[in-house]
């Protein structure tokens, strides 16, 4: 699997962006998505989690509120909407793929649970 993630960009606070990571393959119904988030000078964080079938979602409780993530299997993408964003959610943001099971699902937030990785996107959210 091959994740080809964008949508980043450079915005004031209160603003929104959508995060999209496009999968290649035909097997991405079958994977767990995530987003996490890596700052300059911190260690990357779990932001949010969609199971394979978009039935359940997981959040950092920084974000609950704020951002959504979706998947369309039938595209191959899944998404991270972002609303009321505050700079201390300026961070390059990965999306990443993982076969996390209904028995594992309290090992969303884990980088170690996911297999691949997209190569990153930029949000920068200025005060």
């Known amino acids: 699997v091959q994740l080809q993630a964008c949508g980043g960009g450079l915005l004031q606070a209160g603003g929104s962006l959508r995060l999209s990571c496009v999968a290649s393959?035909?097997?991405?119904?079958?994977?767990?998505m995530g987003w996490f988030r890596q700052a300059p000078g911190k260690e990357r964080e779990f932001v949010a989690a969609i199971s394979w079938s978009g039935g359940s979602t997981y959040y950092v409780d920084s974000v609950k509120g704020r951002f959504t993530i979706s998947r369309d299997n039938a595209k191959n993408t899944v998404y991270l909407q972002m609303n009321s964003l505050k700079p201390e959610d300026t961070a390059v943001y990965y999306c990443?793929?993982?076969?996390?099971?209904?028995?594992?699902?309290?090992?969303?937030?884990?980088?170690?649970?996911?297999?691949?990785w997209g190569q990153g996107t930029q949000v920068t959210v200025s005060s």
């Open positions: 393959g035909r097997t991405f119904s079958s994977y767990a």
């Open positions: 990443a793929a993982g076969r996390i099971g209904a028995q594992d699902r309290g090992t969303y937030f884990l980088p170690q649970r996911y297999n691949y």
